[in-house]
Nanobody
Framework: VQLQASGGGSVQPGGALRLSCAAS????????GTWFRQAPGKEREWVST???????YYADSVKGRFTISRDKAKTTLYLQMNSLKVEDTAIYYC??????????????????WGQGTLVTVSS
């Protein structure tokens, strides 16, 4: 499975961006789609997950501002980011795998990763 992330860029605080992650290869309808991010000098952190049944989960820091979704074919993952803050600045990575619900926040359980796309929020 290969993942290609896109959509990053530079925006002012309060702005919006939409990230995409296109999957190719031997994808599975049972794959979980997840976004992580890594800010400069910080560890990678979990942002959001959509499971195979459509259920969604968000980190408290982005809840109410970000929306995760996927297309009907379950091959493209999206992250709509609204009301962006300076602290949202990071490289955003998409990941796919089949972790159990209790492990969705653990980056180590995902075998497939995109290359990352940079989001910069600055005035």
């Amino acid at each position: 499975v290969q993942l290609q992330a896109s959509g990053g860029g530079s925006v002012q605080p309060g702005g919006a961006l939409r990230l995409s992650c296109a999957a190719s290869g031997s994808t599975s309808d049972y794959h979980v789609g997840t976004w992580f991010r890594q800010a400069p000098g910080k560890e990678r952190e979990w942002v959001s997950t959509v499971r195979y049944d459509g259920s969604t989960y968000y980190a408290d820091s982005v809840k109410g501002r970000f929306t995760i979704s996927r297309d009907k074919a379950k091959t493209t993952l999206y992250l709509q980011m609204n009301s962006l803050k300076v602290e949202d600045t990071a490289i955003y990575y998409c990941a796919r795998g089949r972790p159990v619900l209790s492990a969705i926040r653990n980056s180590g359980v995902y075998p497939y990763w995109g290359q990352g796309t940079l989001v910069t929020v600055s005035s």
